[in-house]
């Protein structure tokens, strides 16, 4: 019933892959991925694909190879779009915000550090949110030049200490929120935090000892700070930096071989649309249902009771509910539910 | 003309040709040198003699491509680079570093140069020291911000790319040469006992590969194998592995370290550096805070 459903969804989508025929690609009827080094030269053979087979994943390459369905080694690399994956531990559409907060900085980050242009924003379908970078300056980085970027973008490896300059007098010098980049985003941050929460820095900071030391920044002077070992209490400022939400180790975005959830595809565990979005600030869950609210017959095969994208969900083993047919395919997806034909 | 215009603009427009028989002597020679010294000699290139260097430095690529050995190469090109980076004008360096594909536009900031360039040139030739990652160079809307300094090395480390890509050759006059060279290729003699972290381990594999670690990599391997008591000339035969290597520095660098007593840096500071290796131990174990813990297997 699923693969038929599929099926129908898929006669009539429309697939935003640039490139679609230098993309090797992979789909998985039991897995994420069963098979792989597939190629399309057009949308339409791509979609004839979908509907035929009914894949419940199907992804594409990051890269561009001239012979994408060959074996890894023989396919001619040409290049491959930058691609951030951001996921959370996500229950519900609530615990989806801060990744999607998180996808938000990451995109305003990558705009104005990095001077991205074209960027499509994605959601999952499932638990999170992908950026794809279309701008063709970093399609040739290799995979050095994209954890460069990872590191950057996650502040992993930030040794804020060397921001600073420490002489033999008690004058610290250090960045201004005018600076650019990292430094300029440091003091800025700082500033922030010493208006909101200045014991998170150091408990010394509030009120006029927090504005003293906020004129002191503004002029790249650091000093204006009573605690012990200063430099050190700067760390906090470091960690708020931090973007969590991308994929712990990058992956996807530093190794050009990886495969990414085509967008505008089903997503084989929830039954949502993989969505293509404009704006990242539109979004919610609802826009991503693929299928009717009409309401359909299902059975459930166990009992359960839980938090989910589409709301909380229970059900008993055995018995049957009407329930709109886009819950129906969740349940049947998560191996909840049958639904009856 | 200037070397770098020979090497990356001259000599790409020319093609290879010819090399008569006797430049090979006077190649296997310079490479010989640099090989051992980590030095090569370039001067400005008379109109005249363009072709006589021309000539010669096809000769010394074509013995290292016969030689095929990644350690001279890369030992070769980083002397190039070197020498280039400390004989060019200023001018000329810039010249090279168009020549070489680094797209960069000249401003200032306040009194000194600074030189801007796209991010994407930028991590194509981004030296691996700590102080070039992308936090510390003014990345916004897309172009990175260097200082003088910091612009030059970048172009030292494009000048050694470049000169690292191996040429393929059928040349058997250059056989005899190459065979020749390899005989400089350092194999240091060291024993070292114990098992290591995985860390430490990535780093002497890597120098036994004659990879170039970053500074901070061969710091952190100094103090380490300082405080796990091996003798001073075993640590600097070992590092002659290094395709920069130069005994004098390394002598001195590795006694600082012992005048100094440091300790070996925290698995913390490793992540920081990006030494940490997914199967350091200390990431499911806490309580091993630095590598100089390190006890084995268990």
Redesign the interface.
């Known amino acids: 019933m699923i693969a038929q459903l599929f099926s129908q969804y898929y006669e009539r989508a429309k697939f935003p892959i640039l490139s679609i025929e230098q993309r090797e690609f992979g789909a998985g009827w039991r897995s994420k991925i069963d098979k792989r080094h597939m190629s399309f030269f057009t949308e339409a053979e791509f979609r004839h694909f979908l509907v035929e087979e009914s894949p419940l994943y199907v992804s594409h390459s990051t890269a561009y190879y001239e012979k994408p369905s060959a074996p890894m080694g023989e396919k001619g690399w040409k290049g491959a779009d930058l691609v951030f994956d951001m996921d959370g531990d996500v229950t519900s559409e609530a615990s989806l915000k801060p990744v999607l907060d998180n996808t938000i900085e990451l995109r305003d980050l990558l705009r ?5 242009k074209k960027m499509l924003f994605v959601f999952s379908g499932n638990r999170g949110f992908h950026i794809h970078v279309r701008d063709e ?2 399609r ?2 290799d995979g050095d ?1 994209r954890k ?2 990872v ?2 973008v996650l502040g992993k ?3 804020y200490r ?2 600073f300059n420490k002489g033999s007098s008690s004058l610290i010098e250090g960045p201004k929120p005018t ?6 985003r440091f003091a800025r941050k700082a500033i922030e935090m010493v208006k909101d929460n200045p014991s998170s820095i150091y408990k010394g900071l509030n009120g006029e000892a927090g504005q003293h030391f906020i004129s002191g920044i503004m002029e790249g002077v650091w000093s204006r700070i009573k605690a012990k070992e200063p430099i050190e209490r700067f760390s906090a400022i470091a960690k708020a930096l931090e973007i969590t939400s991308i994929a712990a180790d990058g992956a996807v975005t530093y190794d050009v071989k990886k495969l990414i959830r085509v967008p505008n595809s089903l997503h084989g565990s929830t039954g949502l649309r993989v969505l293509p979005m404009k704006n990242l600030e539109d979004f919610s869950v609802s826009k991503a249902l693929a299928f009717s609210e009409d309401k359909v017959k299902v059975r459930f095969t166990t009992t359960f009771s839980y938090e989910t994208l589409l709301g909380k969900l229970a059900g008993k083993e055995g018995e049957s509910q009407n329930l709109p047919l886009y819950v129906a395919v969740f349940l049947a997806c998560q191996g909840k539910a049958k639904i009856e034909p | 003309m200037h070397f770098g215009e020979l090497l990356f603009k001259y000599l790409p427009s020319r093609g290879a040709g010819y090399v008569p028989e006797d430049f090979y002597e006077e190649a296997y020679a310079r490479l010989a040198r640099a090989v051992k010294d980590g030095d090569i000699s370039i001067s400005i290139i008379d109109e005249s003699d363009v072709e006589k260097a021309a000539m010669l430095f096809v000769a010394e690529r074509t013995i290292l491509a016969s030689a095929s050995n990644p350690y001279l190469t890369r030992r070769v090109a980083i002397a190039y680079a070197k020498a280039m980076h400390y004989m060019l004008k200023e001018q000329e360096l810039e010249e090279t570093a168009r020549f070489l594909g680094i797209d960069f536009s000249k401003g200032n900031d306040s009194s000194n140069s600074v030189y801007l360039m796209h991010v994407s040139t930028y991590l194509k030739f981004m030296p691996k020291s700590q102080d070039y990652k992308l936090f510390y160079v003014g990345l916004s809307d897309g172009y990175v911000e260097l200082p003088k300094k910091k612009f030059f090395r970048l172009v030292e480390e494009a000048i050694k790319s470049k000169l690292e890509v191996q040429p393929r050759t059928d040349d058997k006059r250059a056989t005899y040469y190459a065979n020749m060279l390899k005989e400089h290729i350092p194999k240091p003699k060291v024993t070292i006992t114990g098992e290591k972290p995985p860390c430490i381990r990535s780093l002497l594999d890597d120098m036994a590969r004659h990879e170039n670690l970053s500074h901070y990599a061969r710091w952190t391997l100094g103090v380490y194998l300082i405080k796990s008591g091996m003798p001073l000339e075993n640590i600097v035969k070992l590092y002659s592995n290094l395709p920069d290597f130069d005994p004098k520095i390394t002598t001195y660098q590795l006694k600082h370290i012992m005048e100094k007593g440091y300790s070996v840096p925290s698995c913390e500071k490793m992540q920081v550096y990006g030494l940490r290796k997914p199967d350091c131990p200390c990431l499911k174990d806490p309580r091993l805070k630095s590598p100089a813990f390190y006890k084995g297997k268990k």
Do not use: H, P
């Not at chain 1, 104005?112 to 991205?116: E, K, M, N, P």
């Not at chain 1, 600076?179 to 300029?184: E, I, N, P, V």
């Open positions: 104005s550090d990095l001077g991205i300056e970093f040739s980085l030049a460069a970027i590191e950057y490896g930030f040794d060397l921001l600076d650019r980049g990292y430094r300029g």
